[in-house]
């Protein structure tokens, strides 16, 4: 069983960041974050592999930034110019041969 701790979420004024964080309990392949609006479907926002490749949804990018500490077995989402339509709660993913959730964490950006 995979821990998963996120962190950074809150209220912010359109234009504005946050830095969202997930460490996990152990080690992990890929690690992503999804989002998920009120009456959408979850959605990828970015995943970065093992070896640190990228890969962003079309929204977000030049926007958003994924990064990983492997040493601390923790997966960042800095958010920059953040726009009302960036509001949901963003849930950290991890596959360690297993996929494992975070428990989300609320982003709620105001107009």
């Known amino acids: 069983q995979v821990q998963l701790v996120e962190s950074g979420g809150g209220l912010v004024q359109a234009g504005g960041s946050l830095r969202l964080s997930?460490?996990?309990?152990?080690?992990?392949?890929?690690?992503?974050?999804?989002?998920?609006?009120?009456?959408?479907?979850?959605?990828?926002v970015a995943v970065i592999t093992s070896g640190g490749s990228t890969s962003y949804a079309d929204s977000v990018k030049g926007r958003f930034t994924i990064s990983r500490d492997n040493a601390k077995n923790t997966v960042y989402l800095q958010m920059n110019s953040l726009k009302p339509e960036d509001t949901a709660v963003y849930y950290c993913n991890v596959n360690t041969g297993r996929l494992y959730w975070g428990q989300g964490t609320q982003v709620t950006v105001s107009s």
Request: glycine share 8%; with cysteine.
């Open 22 to 44: 997930c460490a996990a309990s152990r080690s992990a392949f890929n690690m992503g974050w999804y989002r998920q609006a009120p009456g959408k479907e979850r959605e990828l």
